[in-house]
């Protein structure tokens, strides 16, 4: 399994990626730092652009839940809106739900703000709550580090895949690795996906300082 992970990463980085690029994003260990594998969704309450709350508990009837961290102005969060919503028409009436966060700060990011998140659900006709995770507490718990970085829980919301959507963010039509969708799949069978966890590939979270 490890040798598995390890080539299947290595394809990632190669098939996308500079040198310059691959040093940048092995500069956070991901794979050391982030939420383990198991672990139990925790306390939360956010905003939503609809201006409802949304908490640990929604959707508590779905079998699965994916936690997408993602932003407004990132050009890899901008890539997979699309494929998102793909993503839950295909899978909503299986009994999927989607939770799509922005942590980013946005007093340094103006595009990532709650109305410009509110222009972005209206222009993309999100089917998924898009929240505003302002004090960012959210993004931390799950200790994520990109945009865009999914997280897919069970029915018993345990944590049983993180990162990666797919791999390749550039081109739709080249993807060869559906990292998420066969997770999605997995979890709705009541199954554990076959990779737990693939380093997401995007832009750093723009924390507050």
Partial sequence: M?????????????????????????????NLQGMEIGSNLFKFSLKGTNNRLYDNFAFADRTALVIV???????????????????????EEDN????????????????????????????????FPYLHDEDQKVAKKLKANRTPEVFVYNSKRKLVYKGAIDDNWENENMVTR????????????????????????????????
């Fill in 178 to 209: 559906v990292f998420l969708e066969d997770a999605i799949e997995y979890t709705l069978d009541g199954m554990e996906p076959d990779y737990s966890e693939i380093p997401a590939v995007g832009c750093s979270i723009k924390w507050k300082k």
């Fill in 69 to 91: 961290v993602t932003c407004n102005h990132c050009p890899y969060a901008r890539a997979y809106w699309k494929r998102l919503i793909k993503l839950y028409n295909q899978f």
């Fill in 96 to 127: 999927l739900g989607i939770l799509a966060i922005n942590p980013n700060d946005a007093e340094a990011y103006p595009a990532d703000s709650f109305e410009a998140m509110k222009e972005l659900q209206k222009q993309l006709k999100l089917p």
């Fill in 2 to 30: 490890l040798k598995q992970f390890l080539e299947i990463n290595l394809f990632v980085y190669t098939k996308q990626y500079t040198s310059r690029k691959i040093i940048e994003l092995f500069s956070i260990p991901l």
